[in-house]
């Protein structure tokens, strides 16, 4: 099994495109989730889209 650096995909769940991500994401909100957005991965392996949290602004 190969390891990534930083944030991996591995466990999550990928989609092809923005739209079936943000589909997701959408159910998640639904679900009570906050603060989450869905991107582009930046793993070459994968290119694919996830929803997850996103980072804690600075304020
Ligand atoms: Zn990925």
Redesign the pocket.
Known sequence: MIRTKGRA?TG?R?HDTREDAEDHRQRLIAKGAVRIAAYQ?R?RA?R?W?VGHLPKPRT
């Open positions: 995909c999550k990928r991965c793993n994968c694919g996830h």
